[in-house]
């Protein structure tokens, strides 16, 4: 049965070629559409977690769920112990603490509010990759009253570097405290909104400012992001029964959350419209080739074979073509996903951002797999209805057609 699906498959050269490149082009367009939507999945994920978040976020517990309205309360006082704690794991490439606090911004003729943090400069710099200078430079360790702010805050405000600006909050007893800073920087990050809020300063003077040597949160920067879950499992029960919560960057960030399931229902309708256009490429060329074979298959009833044996030579004849055409079509796919990931694609800003981005493609081991299943399943599904039909059909009828 083999030998004859593959001497009928190499005769047929139109009809195969036909079908070889319906099978392959639908495989290379599921990778290379595949691979930019998980691209962006993977640039949006890492602008989160190098600009704002970190990759895993440790409160006091009840921060999470009351912390908004009264960060003051959930005070983690003896921060250089959960950070020497937590920083010696080998995931870990740096913990650092920080401290919010919310506030007015003040340029000597108005006010705006704002959300800061207290940072630790050095290992803020080391996580913070993806935030991009629009002027000035970044903070620095020594810069005890230094500040950088977000470029939507300096546009309010008529800030650049050098100017001085004051912040005035409430402490953690309710007393209104105010320092003067020099401001040093202006950053923009991937969120529009955060930057038009966003100040940061030294920890040292937001402690200084809230009256407090405390922090709010410790913060994870990991080796790599994929480790994300399995460090969270890891120290979890420990840091709960400790009186801490953990909360990772995707349940941090909104956004990102609402993008990625934005994005998954478009483009799993387009993974629907090229499914669709495999099926109809597929079935069209084994339509044809059945109709044109009637005779031959016929001849073959005729001299004694069943009409499974039909049937399973077609369907065996089409898992040949689905397996070489989805074979041609990852090449295919790779190639291309590599060649567009070396020249990138400037994409506009996306929504809530004024950063564009090069977008690329993912060559991933899933997508690759699972495309050339759906290929391999196109070729073989297309083929059982005209499969079936033929195999039905009288042997009288069907030697009508050698005539």
Known sequence: MLKLAIRNVTRHKVRTAMTLFAVAAGVASLIISGGFVQDIFLQLREFTIHSQTGHIQIYKKGYYEFGTQAPLKYIIEEPKQLVDRVGRLDAVDDAMGRLKFSGL?????ADHAIVGEGVEPDKEERLG???NLVAGRQLKAEDRFGVVVGEGVAQVQQLTPGDRITLVLNTKEGALNSLDFEVVGIFRTFSKEFDGRAVRVALGAAQELLSTKGVNSVVLSLKESEATDRVLNGISADLDKAGYELKPWYELNDFYSKTVDLYDRQFGVLRLIILGMVLLGVAN???MSVSERIGEFG?????GDRSRDVFRLVMVENALLGLVGAGIGVLLGIAIAVGISAI???MPPPPNSDVGYTARVQVLPWIVFTSFLVGLI???GAAFLPARRVSKTPIAEALRYNI
């Open 344 to 346: 990138g694609i400037q």
């Open 105 to 109: 911004i003040n340029n000597g003729k």
């Open 378 to 380: 196109a070729a073989c």
């Open 285 to 287: 060329s084994v339509n």
């Open 299 to 303: 001849t073959m009833m005729a001299l």
């Open 129 to 131: 990759t993806y935030i």
